[in-house]
């Protein structure tokens, strides 16, 4: 599949801050691309520079075959920007709005009425063309910003932290909204916090941390590679003591620890069978009344991923 | 007792908002630079006056270049309070809003007394700190005397009073909601509207009242009504200025004679500040009282005072309009213009305009039925008799050595036998053989003479066009730094529009913005000149006193047009460059301000500059000045008057040379103005990617 996004030692300084450092990313053509890092960690520029409106101070940033700076007139009309602000007009109501970007885009007469009321009705705005923008709810402007991105039909789409601040049915609708566009084959590279939903909604996902791209490919190999080994959950009716040191004799463990009267058991590296545990126990005496896996997903990833730092 | 003093302490020397703004405004580069500014400015003053003007060593001569001095350096200095005062103390109105600072500083135990009054003195200090930077400087006037140290006192009173109710003013609108960003440019519009219009007005006949001196002549008093209540004035009527002198307290009419009245009249320097001071602290008081509950308060006063009129509904919805094919011109044109508070002021600007230039062209129009008068039938060949109407209503007979005047003029009985309108008689007497020694005759009066139509008409398309242009540039500032803080700026970056597309759309979007207003001093001089072309029809002519010349029609809209459209591209550069709309907008209203008034000082200066250069030099450059244009087009005799000594007489000179001079000329300015737009166009769209691009880092 052809890499619609792909940044060559990506850096961008502001001064003696160095925002992003020598980024390589490759994002393909349909994929829903999550990116995740701390505030601070350059995400927001990576997603400016991709909507032309920073430079690079050094390598290269095509999309679409189209190089940032050089060729940014014609990557423009293949791009939608969603800020993490709301860029609302003073007395525009939300038809003029988006009748305003169309005419930006050079879409007129009665292609555009057409196209914004379909832009409408697919972001479910129809009832409110006539409200003024600057009167809208936060959840209705991400609405509307989603639907301004829309009106010129964008292979690419570039949200950032398009959930930030909304409420959960807000974010909900959102979700369901980006994975409509997913499905009509758009690419989307999206900024987020909320990790469980970009779990949810993206195939790839970049992990940022200072500048710096510690990782970027499939949500599974990132939860695979944030796997160091299985750790169970052990819980015994008396006696966790003895039950933790009797495990811990076992050989296919490698630590156990007590925490809050339940058990922690971590395996050996290549260890996945553990029916031995409950085997064990119970041929001990043991009456077992807890034994579970402890589930790795995006965020327990991010978390040992990165260390936290911000600039 | 120590509470009291701890309160006081507080309230203004230890005012925590007064120390951070007075020490954080120190250390600006911004204000270092105005202060240096400012400064130079009275320094050039003084080096090219004392140095280069005065010539002489005579101590007396000297000590009159000394009084010059001061006069210059008293209004050089009020005029940049009355423009500097404005800029640092509209802040005011929105920068704890801005900043979001406002909400905390309500919740902290500061008491509303400290929050206004230490807003309020943290914006006039550094006005005030200018002035005594100044003192230095106006001490060379002590040097070699002729100037009172009362009157040096009076002239920092006044331009220190000016800086006080400015703030003040600023403080209230801030305080009562009846404010916000938008309100910066109509506080600044109001001021130069009050500090010109009192100027204006100040010169007709009817802010003054008449009185008789100790010599028992009855005379018009040199001051008016608007002396004392206008700080350009109160200052020249301290300067004892022969021509400008306020009355003797015996001299008032006893009507006059109770306080406040005669201290107004006989004193209007002491009573401006005094009044000054007073408003300030009226303005001030109701806010510290009233800060914290209309902080609380969740409607504006301006809304409510709309939806009460029904301009607004207060509802958040609105019909579409169609959205133009180069959507940012569209923006700038249409929804800015449509906005409630925009629509009144824009109706009310046409409205008022539209009324005033009818009401002028009425009173000129109506003619006043003298006293004795003659027209076409009145000359009787066969009898050689004039039948004289009016009150009189005789016939008399006009004997050989009859002197008969038109105004000054020595004429032949041509008025009488060739009548082509109606005449007064003035001067009309007979000695006591009924004989006639002289009969002047005049035009009909009218209600509103042509000399008081054309100094009217021109006030009216002055303001217009003042305010033309201030609202241009106002707008024009604003339209990029607002659209990069409410960060609409990126959205359209990001979007296939290109810098020149986005900026001719601005500058197309804005010049029809104004095109409505353009209109109103269009039809005030229209409605004039079609009035005089039925007059001229009818008497044919050659040399017609036309109140406005026609060729107005061409040149008013198209130099008005052009230099707002100046204006426009001027505004854009600011507020390209600049990272607030309130800095921009302060910055482009004070150069366009400042730039108006040299270009008008100037071309007057040239229009009535004589000896080396005669009259039609001076218009040849006065055209290229707005303001002398106008002047020259609608009251040359006036202000051009060396070129245009027309006067109201048949065989005054031509100005006809004068006109085709002016009308060459005029293309050609207007032809300058456009290069400079174009070239200025051009560099935006050059440097605009470079502006934008250093700006968000």
């Not at chain 1, 007469?109 to 697919?122: S, Y």
């Not at chain 2, 106002?474 to 986005?502: C, F, H, M, Q, W």
Request: proline residues 4%.
């Amino acid at each position: 599949m052809a890499a619609v996004i792909k940044t060559v030692n990506l850096t961008k300084r502001y001064g003696t801050l160095v925002a992003l450092s020598n980024l390589n990313l490759e994002i393909n053509e349909g994929d829903c691309f999550g990116f995740i890092g701390p505030n601070g960690a350059g995400k927001t520029t990576t997603i400016k520079i991709l909507a032309t409106l920073l430079q690079p101070t050094w390598g290269e940033a095509r999309v679409c075959d189209y190089v940032v700076g050089y060729q940014s007139r014609s990557i423009r009309p293949l791009i939608g920007f969603v800020p993490d602000y709301f860029g609302a007009y003073e007395d525009m109501c939300v038809q003029e709005y988006l009748e305003f970007f169309a005419a930006a885009y050079n879409i007129n007469g009665a292609q555009r009425t057409k196209i914004v009321n379909d832009v409408l009705e697919l972001t479910d705005l129809g009832y409110k063309k006539d409200s003024l923008v600057d009167g809208l709810s936060r959840g209705m402007k991400q609405r509307l910003s989603i639907a301004r991105v829309l009106v010129h039909d964008p292979k690419v789409l570039l949200l950032d932290e398009p959930a930030g601040n909304l409420d959960p049915r807000a974010r909900i609708e959102m979700r369901e909204l980006l994975k409509e566009l997913r499905r009509m084959g758009k690419t989307i590279v999206i900024s987020s916090h909320i990790l469980p939903e970009l779990a949810d909604l993206c195939n790839t996902v970049g992990i940022i941390e200072q500048g710096e791209l510690l990782y970027s490919g499939p949500v599974a190999d990132i939860v695979r590679r944030a796997r160091a080994g299985t750790i169970l959950h052990v819980g015994v009716a008396r006696g966790p003591e003895q039950a933790g040191a009797l495990l811990a004799q076992h050989p296919s463990v490698e630590s156990v620890t007590a925490n809050n009267g339940f058990l922690q058991v971590a395996l050996r590296n290549g260890v996945t069978d553990y029916g031995f545990i409950a085997q064990q126990l119970i041929s001990n005496g043991f009456q077992l009344n807890l034994l579970r896996e402890e589930e790795v997903n995006l965020e327990t990833a991010f978390m040992r991923l990165t260390k936290g730092m911000v600039q | 007792m120590l509470g009291i003093a701890d309160y006081f302490w507080r309230l203004i020397p230890g005012n925590p908002i007064l120390r951070r703004v007075v020490e954080a405004g120190g250390k600006k580069k911004r204000d270092l630079f105005v202060r240096c500014g400012y400064l130079g400015l009275l320094v050039i003053l003084v080096i090219w006056q004392v140095a280069v003007q005065t010539t002489t060593s005579d101590i007396a001569a000297l000590s009159k270049a000394s009084v010059s001095l001061f006069q210059n350096m008293s209004y050089l200095q009020l005029g940049l309070v009355a423009l500097l005062s404005p800029i640092f103390t509209a802040g005011a109105i929105t920068q704890e809003k801005d900043s979001q600072t406002y909400d905390i500083l309500l919740s902290t135990p500061l008491t509303n007394g400290q929050i206004v009054l230490g807003s309020l003195l943290s914006r006039v200090f550094f006005v005030v700190a200018l002035l005594i930077s100044g003192i230095p400087i106006f001490s060379v006037t002590q040097i070699f005397g002729g100037v009172a140290i009362r009157s040096i006192i009076y002239s920092f009173l006044i331009a220190a009073s000016t800086a006080l109710v400015t703030g003040a003013m600023a403080m209230s609108i801030a305080t009562f909601k009846v404010g916000t960003r938008r309100t910066i440019f109509s506080f600044y519009l109001f001021i130069v509207i009050y500090l010109v219009g009192g100027f204006f007005l100040d010169r007709m006949d009817f802010t003054h009242i008449s009185y008789t001196d100790a010599s028992g002549t009855a005379t018009m008093t040199q001051t008016s009504w608007l002396t004392p209540l206008n700080p350009f004035l109160a200052l020249q009527a301290i300067f004892h200025d022969k021509s400008y002198t306020p009355p003797l307290p015996g001299d008032l009419p006893s009507q006059y004679q109770a306080w406040p009245i005669d201290w107004m009249w006989t004193s209007p320097a002491t009573f401006y500040f005094s009044l000054m001071f007073f408003l300030s602290i009226a303005m001030i008081l109701p806010s510290i009282v009233l800060l914290r509950t209309m902080a609380q308060s969740s409607t504006t006063i301006q809304n409510w005072v709309l939806e009460k009129l029904h301009v607004s509904k207060g509802d958040r919805t609105r019909k579409p309009r169609v959205v133009w094919h180069n959507p940012i011109a569209w923006r700038e044109a249409r929804t800015k213009a449509s906005a409630a508070r925009a629509s009144i002021l824009r109706y009310g600007f046409i409205l008022l305009g539209i009324i005033g230039a009818v009401i002028l062209l009425v009173m000129h129009s109506t003619e006043i039925t003298p006293a004795h008068f003659i027209n076409a039938s009145s000359y009787d060949p066969t009898q050689n008799s004039l039948f004289i109407d009016g009150d009189t209503q005789e016939s008399v007979h006009l004997g050989s050595n009859l002197s008969i005047k038109y105004g000054d003029v020595d004429e032949p009985q041509t008025f009488i036998t060739n009548p082509d309108g109606k005449y007064e008689v003035k001067d009309y007497t007979k000695d006591a053989q009924r004989q006639l020694a002289t009969i002047t005759l005049a035009d009909y009066p009218r209600e509103l003479s042509s000399a008081d139509a054309q100094t009217w008409l021109l006030g009216l398309t002055i303001v217009e066009f003042s305010v033309i242009l201030l609202i241009i540039s106002n707008a024009a500032a604003s339209t990029v730094t607002r659209e990069k803080e409410d960060g609409t700026l990126d959205l359209l970056l990001s979007t296939p529009i290109t810098s020149r597309y986005y900026i001719w759309g601005k500058l197309r979007g804005l010049v029809s913005f104004v095109l409505p207003l353009v209109a109103v001093p269009v039809i005030s001089c229209f409605l004039f000149i079609a009035h005089d072309l039925f007059r001229w029809l009818a008497r044919g002519e050659n040399n017609f006193p036309w109140i406005v010349f026609p060729e107005a029609l061409i040149l008013i809209p198209a130099m008005v047009i052009i230099v707002s459209s100046f204006a426009a591209i001027l505004g854009m550069q600011m507020s390209l460059r600049c990272r607030t709309t309130v800095r921009a907008v302060m910055s482009t209203v004070g150069i366009v301000v400042g730039a108006c008034a040299a270009l008008g000082w100037c071309g007057y200066g040239i229009l009535n500059q004589t000896g080396s250069v005669n009259g039609e030099i001076g218009v040849a450059i006065g055209v290229f000045s707005p303001f002398t244009l106008l002047a020259i087009l609608i009251d040359p005799t006036n202000y051009a008057a060396q070129a245009f000594n027309i006067g109201m007489y048949p065989n005054s000179a031509d100005p006809t040379g004068a006109r085709w001079v002016a009308f060459f000329l005029c293309l050609i300015a207007l032809g300058a103005y456009s290069m400079g737009i174009w070239s200025m166009y051009r560099s935006m769209v050059k440097n605009f990617d470079m502006t934008i691009r250093k700006q968000s880092r």
